[in-house]
């Protein structure tokens, strides 16, 4: 879409800045990398009321144009780069109403680059509620640039917000908040006539962010090293002396402005929640009861729907068979790709309901209570309290979770984060364990309130982040690092979720699943059709001579036959060999040939195990009798000793694979991307292929 005018959107963490980027464009969004990093750049389309399109690009949040992550980075990097591709017509400052004081320093950093700004004056509700009375107009005139007041979750303000930014200024018309000169006089004028640089703001922030800056030539920042050196210039201190000089102005500003009540405001509602909510022993129970009601509600409210959408897909099966004229094309459709699918699909409504629940736990402000609880627990296992919001977001992926490391500043840190990251059970693990569990796990309640399905998910959910806190624990020993970690967060209030965007959340990020999953699992289901429909040489010749001679069509019935037929082709097809290739090495863990296929396809996605087990039971299966995926698993016989394939010990040992095995390609992938090394996810793969299988031998030896 070609856009008339570009807008970027600036503000502190937690000011409803992605709020407000939502609202403004919609659906109309998408996600990439900002240029030459790794860090995320959302950029969605607007429609201006005079007819013109606005590209509106949201900047990571930051405290302050001095950055302390690579996020925090891009800010400057966009803002002050005029040849940028994202360099802004215009910057929309989102400032929080209800915390004027600690916003405003980074918007008057921001005025002070001369770039045309609007200040959207955001939670303007809550900040009425409060009893806080803001002068808009005199606010607006002693900044100079227009003052808009919103409500971004109520969508208040919106449409005016718009109307600003279509009739806004071209020529910055801000008022400076300080004497920027005055900081350090001598060295802004030499390297504002060195480098022809008219802002004298824009000249220190080169004197502080050189070094760091990319659209710098080599000898353009040896020239400010050396003008620094020139004239004594201390970046900390002058650091020091701006945020002081912005405090001072920033009080003035507001003392005319603002009034806030005068009686001193009782406990506010959010530290009274705290004090239960972070209590440090409460507040861990109460944190590991949400869990379990979360895990419960998977099994129990998904129920219905996965029954309809596994009985759509037995009937899809059967019409398919039933219409179409018989074939390797009908078998390969039916049997491969809808079998396939089916494995998937029917755990739709399990991954909304995950979703879901983190999307509502992120909105009302819990999420960020859980990383300051664990902040403590975390540093006695070599991490910091940032490295739980990686983990808790693993429960989800762990692909965006690596990618929101760079949050940490610390290498050692953020190097044993990524590292751990993938142990936690992300949601491509639950198709494998709801299914495992719902064959050998009883679908009752004890003491009327717990189901034990729901319980042994939610003991899967636990042992994973015990695992992860265990094995990062000992890279703290393995990995050296002088640098000292530190962890600030703010916390924000609690609010009400918006179920909108609860709703949102859940669409987008199943519909992400179901076609990231969808990619490999038609792919890996084509494959694995014809690897288990044909074999090598004539064995399928000598099969069909062997069960055609009278000893078998006189004494067998024919069902019998047809079953026993399919048997035999599967274990001797391409597949068959592949499986059978590898058992002698999973015997130990209680799994057999057919299990063996599911490991290795699941090495692309693990969730694919599921489409394979449909895929491989669907080709062995009977054409007259097409049954769900649980049912076919459930009634699998070993040929060999006729009891089930799928006992508990078997289940159990399975799950404790998947639960520290590193089955996702994506992850290597990610792993590789932000480490820039291919010797970190090998490492990876190592310790987590060996633990795997150390905890499914372990687990299958103490429960058969």
């Known amino acids: 879409m070609k856009a008339d005018i570009r807008v970027a959107l600036v503000g502190n963490p937690n000011t409803g800045k992605s709020t407000l ?43 302050s144009l001095y950055p302390k992550s690579q996020d925090e980075s891009i800010v400057f990097s966009v803002l002050a780069d005029r040849a940028n591709a994202l360099s802004p017509d215009l910057v929309v400052v989102i400032l929080d109403a209800t915390s004027l004081k600690r916003n405003l320093l980074l918007y008057s950093q921001v005025a002070d680059l001369k770039i045309p700004v609007i200040v959207a004056l955001n939670m303007m509700d809550l900040a009425k509620k409060s009893g806080i009375d803001i002068n808009i107009n005199l606010l607006a005139q002693n900044l100079g640039v227009p003052v808009v007041p919103i409500a ?25 908040s300080i004497d920027v000169r005055s900081i350090a006089p001598q060295l802004i004028e030499s390297i504002s006539n060195e480098l022809n640089i008219g802002n004298p ?27 620094e050196k020139e004239h004594g210039f201390h970046s900390q201190k002058a650091q020091g002396a701006e945020t002081i000089a912005r405090y001072s102005a920033i009080n003035d500003l507001l003392y005319d402005t603002v009034k806030t009540p005068s009686t001193a405001q009782d406990e506010t509602i959010s530290n009274k929640i705290d004090k ?25 409210w998904a129920s219905y729907p996965m029954d309809l959408i ?20 009908v078998n390969l459709l039916a049997d491969g790709i809808v079998a396939g699918l089916s494995g998937v699909m029917v755990f739709i409504p399990q991954i909304a309901i995950l979703f879901a629940f983190i999307s509502i736990l992120e909105d009302t402000g819990y ?32 692909v965006p979770s690596i990618m929101s490391t760079r949050t940490i500043e610390n290498w050692k840190d953020r190097m044993i984060t990524i590292m751990v990251t993938p142990l936690v059970t992300c949601s491509a693990r639950l198709p494998v364990y709801t299914l495992l569990i719902a064959l050998v796990v009883p679908n009752k309640n004890i003491w009327w309130v717990f189901n034990l399905q729901g319980l042994a998910l939610t003991g899967m959910y636990v042992l994973s982040l015990v695992s992860a806190v265990i094995v990062a624990w000992v890279f703290k020993y393995i990995l050296k690092s002088r640098e000292r970690g530190y962890f600030i967060m703010e916390l924000p209030v609690y ?20 076609l990231q999953a969808g990619k490999v699992i038609i792919a890996v289901s084509i494959v694995l059709w014809v690897l288990a429909s044909y074999g090598p040489g004539n064995r399928f010749a000598q099969i ?18 047809d079953r026993d037929i399919a048997t035999a082709k599967l274990e001797n097809s391409y597949a068959g060999v592949l499986g059978h290739s590898i058992e002698p090495v999973i015997r130990p863990l209680g799994f057999d040939w057919k299990i063996g296929i599911a490991l290795i396809t699941s090495f692309a996605a693990r969730e694919v195990f599921v489409g394979t087990m449909a895929t491989i039971y669907s080709v062995n299966g009977d054409a007259d009798n097409i049954q769900s995926v649980q049912e076919k698993m459930h009634q699998a016989k070993n040929t060999q000793t006729g009891q089930p394939v799928f006992t508990f010990a078997v289940a159990f040992s399975l799950m404790m694979f998947y639960a520290f095995a590193m089955q996702c390609a994506s992850t290597v992938a990610v792993v590789y991307r932000e480490t820039k090394n291919w010797r970190w996810p090998a490492i990876q793969f190592a310790y987590m292929t060996v633990l795997a299988y150390a905890a499914s031998f372990v687990a299958y030896h103490l429960l058969k």
């Not at 750049?41 to 005079?50: A, E, M, R």
């Not at 596994?310 to 094309?329: D, I």
């Not at 209570?369 to 989800?396: E, H, W, Y």
């Not at 979720?497 to 987008?508: C, D, I, L, Q, T």
Request: hydrophobic fraction near 45%.
């Open 367 to 398: 999420m960020s209570r859980v990383t300051f609880m664990m902040d403590k627990l975390m540093r006695k296992v070599g991490l910091n309290g940032k490295s739980v919001v990686p983990l808790i977001g693993g429960f989800a992926c762990a």
């Open 201 to 227: 703001y824009f000249a220190l922030q080169l004197a502080h962010q050189h070094e760091t800056l990319k659209f710098l030539s080599t000898e353009q920042s040896d020239r400010i090293e050396a003008l």
């Open 310 to 329: 596994s009985q759509a897909f037995v009937w899809l099966e059967n019409t398919l068979h039933k219409t179409l004229p018989a074939g390797p094309l």
């Open 276 to 300: 239960v909510l972070t209590h440090k022993v409460f507040g861990f129970i109460i944190f590991f009861a949400i869990l379990m009601f979360m895990f419960q509600a998977i099994f129990t």
């Open 21 to 63: 980027f939502n609202v403004l464009t919609g659906l109309n969004q998408k996600i990439g990398n900002f240029p030459g990093v790794t860090v995320d750049k959302k950029v969605g389309y607007s429609k201006l009321p005079d007819g013109r399109v606005a590209e509106v690009v949201d900047l990571p949040g930051t405290y």
């Open 544 to 561: 069909d001579a062997k069960y055609s001679q009278p000893q078998y069509t006189k004494t067998v019935p024919h069902d019998q036959l």
């Open 495 to 514: 609010r009400t979720p918006r179920w909108k965007n609860v709703a949102f959340s859940m669409y987008e990020r199943s519909k992400a699943f179901v």
């Open 152 to 176: 971004a979750r109520k969508q208040e303000g919106i449409d005016e917000l718009k109307q600003a930014i279509a009739i806004a200024n071209k020529v910055a018309m801000q008022v400076d």
